[in-house]
């Protein structure tokens, strides 16, 4: 069967690497891809959201699947034209429709969802333009620090942790009134800041049965120690060690099962991944955010854990069959380190030669932005670059390998984190003597 994948990160690299040791993938397309994923499957320059080119591409080189990584294509309803398009609908599209993409799509109405169905989660309220005052009195009323989100997507950087009343008041203005995140900020989420540490899940769904699949910790402070600016992600690990048995099985009964349900009362249909940010508060799970696809950079800590056919997964999706299917998990722990261009997430250039990627051993290096120029020759195209992933027998092995490839690759003002899992390591080194740690309520 041929593949389709639409994307251009290191996400998009770790599915398309994943698909291709299936023996039941013919051929594998990323539209538009990098250079890392050129290395096993044909780029297809077109644009995620041009829905009429893909399903041009899609019909002219008999595509029968289509696996959407990045969320702006599910948000702006790419399965729905599919759905609609006679010789398209027998596609299998792995994504949810644009009613279920509005989990990610708008935080508004995923809190809302929340609040509907009973699924813990910090207490909020939404305000515009047209209610700015109000927002303001009721920043005035918050504890701090308290969190402002933009409703939209925003590239994973639309969350501000504020302090006091001066600096909510201060972004809160810039996002409303002088559009900071454009048309994603046209509603600001002003959310309780709940004390905790981070914790991703993921569930392969067709809205009804789901898999759950390895957990992961991401790191979106650029800063070493989780300070500094947010990114989009600067590492993960997988497994993270205080998501036990009994804090998964609390996540399943409270949070997934009736996310599940609710969509199904709302008459929602749901096919594809579901990445839902954890929050654990004194051992307690609380939703800070839905997304509707697999995460970046946790995929590239997970897939590699992930031992079953990734196609077969996708093929039981289709089948309505996740109950029967058995996934299987390498227990190893997955550590991966995101290289990125010096000045990210500000200003950065673009174009810098990248060296060393053939000195990278023992590990998984996945592509985030980068592109082949015209002598061929890797480049870098974007603000995170490259993944570099390693397994080992704990995390100390595994990050040791991470950090030693991470420092092969090489460009002018290149960048990455050396103390991914900083937290966790301590957290193992004081095991069964405290709670864990807290963090900033970072993701969005």
Same mark, same amino acid.
């Given at each position: 069967?041929?593949?389709?994948?639409?994307?251009?990160?290191?996400?998009?690299?770790?599915?398309?690497?994943?698909?291709?040791?299936?023996?039941?993938?013919?051929?594998?397309?990323?539209?538009?891809?990098?250079?890392?994923?050129?290395?096993?499957?044909?780029?297809?320059?077109?644009?995620?959201?041009?829905?009429?080119?893909?399903?041009?591409? $899609? @019909?002219?080189?008999?595509?029968?699947?289509?696996?959407?990584?990045?969320? $702006?294509?599910?948000?702006?309803?790419?399965?729905?034209?599919?759905?609609?398009?006679?010789?398209?609908?027998?596609?299998?599209?792995?994504?949810?429709?644009?009613?279920?993409?509005?989990?990610?799509?708008?935080?508004?109405?995923?809190?809302?969802?929340?609040?509907?169905?009973?699924?813990?989660?910090?207490?909020?309220?939404?305000?515009?333009?047209?209610?700015?005052?109000?927002?303001?009195?009721?920043?005035?009323?918050?504890?701090?620090?308290?969190?402002?989100?933009?409703?939209?997507?925003?590239?994973?950087?639309?969350?501000?942790?504020?302090?006091?009343?001066?600096?909510?008041?201060?972004?809160?203005?810039?996002?409303?009134?002088?559009?900071?995140?454009?048309?994603?900020?046209?509603?600001?989420?002003?959310?309780?800041?709940? %004390?905790?540490?981070?914790?991703?899940?993921?569930?392969?769904?067709?809205?009804? %049965?789901?898999?759950?699949?390895?957990?992961?910790?991401?790191?979106?402070?650029?800063?070493?120690?989780?300070?500094?600016?947010?990114?989009?992600?600067?590492?993960?690990?997988?497994?993270?060690?205080?998501?036990?048995?009994?804090?998964?099985?609390?996540?399943?009964?409270?949070?997934?099962?009736?996310?599940?349900?609710?969509?199904?009362?709302?008459?929602?249909?749901?096919?594809?991944?579901?990445?839902?940010?954890?929050?654990?508060?004194?051992?307690?799970?609380?939703?800070?955010?839905?997304?509707?696809?697999?995460?970046?950079?946790?995929?590239?800590?997970?897939?590699?854990?992930?031992?079953? %056919?990734?196609?077969?997964?996708?093929?039981?999706?289709?089948?309505?069959?996740?109950?029967?299917?058995?996934?299987?998990?390498?227990?190893?722990?997955?550590? @991966?380190?995101?290289?990125?261009?010096?000045?990210?997430?500000?200003?950065?250039?673009?174009?810098?030669?990248?060296?060393?990627?053939?000195? $990278?051993?023992?590990?998984?290096?996945?592509?985030?932005?980068?592109?082949?120029?015209?002598?061929?020759?890797?480049?870098?195209?974007?603000?995170?670059?490259?993944?570099?992933?390693?397994?080992?027998?704990?995390?100390?092995?595994?990050?040791?390998?991470?950090?030693?490839?991470?420092?092969?690759?090489?460009?002018?003002?290149?960048?990455?984190?050396?103390?991914?899992?900083?937290?966790?390591?301590?957290?193992?080194?004081?095991?069964?003597?405290?709670?864990?740690?807290?963090?900033?309520?970072?993701?969005?």
């Amino acid at each position: 069967m041929k593949v389709l994948i639409i994307g251009s990160g290191a996400r998009e690299h770790a599915i398309a690497w994943k698909l291709s040791q299936s023996q039941y993938c013919e051929k594998i397309f990323v539209a538009p891809g990098n250079a890392g994923t050129a290395q096993f499957a044909t780029n297809v320059d077109v644009s995620i959201t041009d829905f009429e080119e893909i399903a041009k591409f $899609a @019909t002219d080189f008999d595509i029968m699947m289509v696996v959407v990584g990045q969320e $702006a294509a599910l948000v702006d309803g790419i399965h729905d034209y599919f759905l609609a398009t006679e010789y398209l609908k027998e596609i299998l599209v792995v994504g949810p429709c644009k009613a279920g993409a509005q989990l990610e799509g708008s935080k508004d109405f995923s809190k809302k969802f929340m609040q509907q169905y009973g699924i813990p989660t910090a207490k909020s309220q939404t305000f515009t333009t047209d209610n700015f005052d109000d927002g303001l009195a009721y920043l005035q009323t918050q504890n701090y620090p308290t969190v402002l989100k933009a409703d939209g997507l925003a590239a994973g950087k639309g969350v501000i942790i504020a302090q006091d009343f001066e600096e909510a008041s201060f972004h809160f203005k810039d996002m409303l009134q002088n559009a900071r995140f454009g048309k994603a900020s046209a509603k600001v989420v002003v959310e309780e800041y709940l %004390d905790g540490i981070e914790v991703s899940a993921f569930i392969l769904t067709d809205g009804k %049965d789901y898999l759950l699949l390895p957990e992961a910790k991401d790191y979106k402070r650029i800063g070493e120690g989780d300070t500094g600016l947010n990114t989009g992600g600067m590492g993960s690990i997988s497994p993270v060690s205080f998501a036990d048995d009994v804090f998964m099985q609390k996540v399943k009964t409270r949070i997934i099962e009736p996310t599940l349900k609710g969509l199904q009362s709302e008459n929602i249909p749901y096919s594809g991944f579901l990445f839902i940010g954890l929050m654990s508060v004194k051992g307690e799970p609380y939703v800070i955010e839905y997304n509707v696809r697999l995460g970046d950079p946790e995929t590239e800590s997970i897939l590699p854990r992930i031992k079953s %056919d990734l196609f077969e997964m996708f093929q039981a999706l289709h089948d309505h069959t996740l109950g029967q299917f058995k996934l299987e998990i390498d227990p190893r722990t997955a550590a @991966t380190v995101m290289l990125v261009a010096g000045g990210y997430p500000e200003n950065y250039a673009k174009e810098k030669e990248i060296s060393g990627l053939d000195q $990278a051993k023992d590990v998984h290096v996945f592509h985030a932005g980068t592109k082949l120029n015209h002598d061929h020759k890797v480049v870098t195209n974007g603000g995170r670059v490259i993944a570099v992933t390693a397994l080992g027998e704990n995390l100390h092995q595994a990050l040791e390998k991470a950090n030693t490839a991470a420092s092969a690759i090489t460009w002018q003002n290149r960048y990455f984190r050396r103390d991914i899992g900083f937290d966790l390591k301590a957290l193992a080194d004081k095991k069964g003597t405290a709670a864990a740690p807290e963090h900033d309520q970072i993701l969005g």
